[in-house]
């Protein structure tokens, strides 16, 4: 995983939420919300799925509390992993009942509404978890990349661009964020910004098939993209 701070975009690879309460006991801390099987399962032994696990582990701490906001907000992620977001919904409801200014349970009601096609229900909830501060910034940039998502359904290209923009501004970034906004300036019709952000993917992932698509679909030239690549020497070898 590689998080980087602008002009640098590193690769995508996305990883759950639904670690961070362990993670923080180490002294560090990961978000990216239902984007988890391909991060949590690699190189796991043994019969039960990473979701598998979360999920016995958070029923077992509700078990013990039934006031354990954060064990709601993580069994209610890991549900809509699984596409139970029926259940998902109830767990994060659950959980800003008990906790009204709970960023993270917002969110994880906000990803279950989207999970049953309730968009505006979905929409509003993403718009409250980022309006609440004190949670970290990756938190942020997981629920505006979202809602950037929510309103590219939608084909609210410019009020997605808006959400990307505040994805990017909010903690560490990561190319998929930046790909998603260039598209979004793209479906927006705003070709010239569109291009600026295809050409910033590859000064950190030279060879992103998305942005290069995307690039040649936009008439760019051999010499822009080579010069993209080159950008602070971090072509890749």
């Known amino acids: ?80 992993t699984v596409g139970d977001y029926q259940q998902a919904k109830t767990e994060a409801e659950q959980a800003v009942e008990i906790d009204p200014q709970s960023v993270e349970g917002f969110y994880a009601l906000g990803v279950a509404y989207r999970g049953l096609d309730d968009a505006e229900r979905a929409e509003k909830a993403l718009v409250k978890a980022g309006s609440i501060p004190g949670s970290i910034g990756d938190v942020y940039r997981e629920i505006f990349f979202e809602l950037g998502e929510v309103r590219m359904a939608a084909e609210r290209y410019d009020e997605a661009v808006a959400a990307f923009e505040g994805a990017l501004a909010n903690g560490p970034e990561a190319t998929y964020v930046v790909v998603a906004l260039a598209d979004a300036y793209l479906k927006a019709g705003d070709t010239d910004r569109a291009k600026e952000e295809y050409l ?38």
Request: aromatic residues 4%; without cysteine.
């Open 200 to 237: 910033a993917v590859l000064g950190y992932d030279n060879n992103n098939d998305t942005a290069l698509a995307a690039l040649r679909q936009l008439g760019a030239t051999d010499a822009e993209i080579e010069a993209a690549r080159d950008v602070d020497g971090h072509r890749t070898p």
């Open 1 to 80: 995983m590689v998080y980087t701070s602008r002009p640098g975009y590193g690769r995508g690879v996305i990883v759950a939420l639904l670690v961070l309460a362990i993670v923080a006991a180490l002294g560090a801390s990961l978000f990216a919300g239902v984007r988890i099987v391909s991060a949590l399962t690699a190189d796991q032994a043994g019969p039960a799925s990473a979701e598998e696990r979360i999920i016995e582990d958070a029923l077992l701490a509700i078990q013990q509390d039934p006031n354990n906001v954060q064990a709601r907000w993580q069994l209610s992620l890991a549900l809509s």
